[in-house]
């Protein structure tokens, strides 16, 4: 099962950086941070150890919704004054400290921290799709297969409830974030991350519905939870900020 999530990755960062292509940042930004790879390490966890230890991990990976938050706030704000490493520095540090919340207050943090979320994010019209080599989405793909290889390991190395913690880090977005402030600076990354938060009911509506179901169901708890998630992200991409799409350029027009 470890190889699934090491395949899965890059597929999902392909579609990443065609959204990005096409819509943006912050579009890019709220794909990036769909359950995807979460629900394949639910899957895993069942398969591998029980339903109940898969319904402890999404349980475990709800409880840092407000973590999730705290990084993509203090990461966009940080990055535009002082730059990519101290931003993605400081919001690593605000998560690790949203993860110590005990996890009732955590769970009941959740809704108020997906509400104020996009108010505290700083503003700015959509920014305009750039042209993006394939390199970089090649380069950015392995990448992300390193960090959820790295996951997965800690996830069988640990507790299910440490495991949650490890992969409810927005690995997927903060990769995104880097490629977008290297290529098209602070606020494209600030876009980015303003995505990961318009994102994250997705993730927590897929995360309960597991923790309630995956003891009944079992695997197929990961499927109920991706409907869940489905049903959030129809209403949630209706307040992403997107740009007008970018116009077709063929890989001819971009090498030369």
Not at 31 to 58: G, I, K
Not at 109 to 134: C, D, E
Not at 153 to 158: D, G, Y
Request: aromatic share 6%; with cysteine; hydrophobic share 60%.
């Amino acid at each position: 099962m470890l190889l699934v999530p090491l395949l899965i990755a890059p597929a999902v960062m392909v579609a990443v950086a065609f959204v990005e292509r096409r819509l943006g940042p912050s579009a890019a930004g709220w794909t990036a941070a769909l359950p995807v790879s979460l629900a394949v390490s639910v899957v895993a966890v069942a398969v591998d150890m029980t339903p109940q230890a898969a319904a402890s991990l999404a349980l475990s990976a709800a409880t840092h919704v407000p973590a999730q938050v705290a990084f993509a706030v203090v990461s966009a704000h940080v990055l535009r004054r002082r730059g990519l490493t101290s931003g993605l520095n400081a919001g690593a540090l605000a998560y690790v400290a949203g993860s110590f919340l005990p996890g009732p207050v955590a769970l009941a943090l959740a809704v108020v921290a997906l509400v104020a979320g996009p108010r505290l994010m700083p503003t700015a019209r959509p920014l305009r799709p750039a042209p993006r080599h394939w390199s970089s989405t090649v380069l950015t793909c392995l990448s992300a297969t390193a960090m959820v290889g790295t996951v997965m390991l800690c996830a069988r190395l640990a507790d299910p409830i440490f495991a949650g913690g490890v992969a409810a880090f927005p690995t997927m977005c903060a990769t995104v974030t880097v490629v977008a402030v290297t290529r098209d600076g602070p606020a494209a990354g600030a876009q980015t991350l303003t995505g990961l938060v318009r994102s994250l009911p997705c993730y927590l509506a897929f995360c309960l519905v597991v923790a309630l179901s995956a003891p009944l169901t079992g695997v197929a708890s990961a499927g109920l939870g991706l409907l869940a998630a489905l049903g959030a992200a129809a209403v949630t991409w209706r307040f992403v900020p997107k740009a007008a799409p970018a116009p077709f350029v063929s890989h001819a027009e971009a090498l030369g």
